[in-house]
């Protein structure tokens, strides 16, 4: 039996999400970095250009099909969802970037949480080494997602792309050749 779910910030935080138009990614890319989340923010992509991310945008869609489980959700697009015990399942390659990747899940849940109100939690897949992990809506990730949303929304409203550091990320950033941190 799943808690009925109540935070205060709801109402802003949905209107801040549907007048923005954010997605998961948007939760995740802004816990990686100020540029990429500009980038997405303003629907510049240089995917297609990196054959790196065009191999590996082209095995996720060959090899990590979502799970009729998903179908309907409009914005949202988790790997799969059990709707009876109020978990939203999110894969992924690799383990890395952490903290990222549970701000993404930790959206889905979120939302979905708004739109049930019933609270769900993630869980992240890591299929390389076949271990998971569970991602809490707890109060300091609903902290976090509100922060993370405040500062998605200052980046909407910046005409310039904002400065970043060159990070370990950077070796498989697309956008890597116009940072000049190829
Ligand atoms: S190359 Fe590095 S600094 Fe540039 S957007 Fe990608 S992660 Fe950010």
């Known amino acids: 039996m799943t808690q009925i779910f109540q935070?205060?910030?709801?109402a802003s935080f949905f209107e801040r999400v549907d007048r923005l138009n954010l997605h998961g990614l948007h939760f995740?890319?802004?816990n990686l970095c100020v540029r990429r989340a500009w980038m997405y923010l303003h629907r510049i992509n240089?995917?297609?250009?990196?054959?790196?991310?065009?191999?590996?945008?082209?095995?996720?869609?060959?090899?990590?099909?979502?799970?009729?489980?998903t179908v309907g959700l409009f914005g949202l697009a988790p790997d799969r969802l059990d709707w009876e015990r109020a978990?939203?399942?999110?894969?992924?390659?690799?383990?890395?970037?952490?903290?990222?990747?549970?701000h993404q899940v930790g959206y889905y849940a979120l939302m979905l949480s708004i739109a049930t109100g019933r609270e769900w939690k993630g869980q992240v897949h890591v299929l390389t080494n076949r271990r998971w992990r569970e991602v809490a809506l707890d109060s300091s990730l609903l902290d976090a997602l509100w922060h993370d949303?405040?500062?998605l929304e200052l980046l909407s409203q910046m005409g310039q792309v904002p400065f970043a550091a060159k990070i370990n990320l950077c070796a498989s950033c697309s956008l890597a050749p116009f940072c000049g941190y190829d």
């Open 87 to 102: 978990i939203v399942f999110e894969n992924k390659g690799t383990g890395g970037a952490q903290c990222a990747v549970d």
């Open 7 to 10: 935070w205060t910030q709801s």
């Open 28 to 30: 995740q890319h802004i």
């Open 46 to 69: 240089f995917a297609q250009w990196n054959s790196r991310v065009a191999t590996g945008l082209a095995h996720q869609t060959t090899h990590y099909k979502r799970d009729r489980s």
């Open 149 to 151: 949303s405040l500062a």
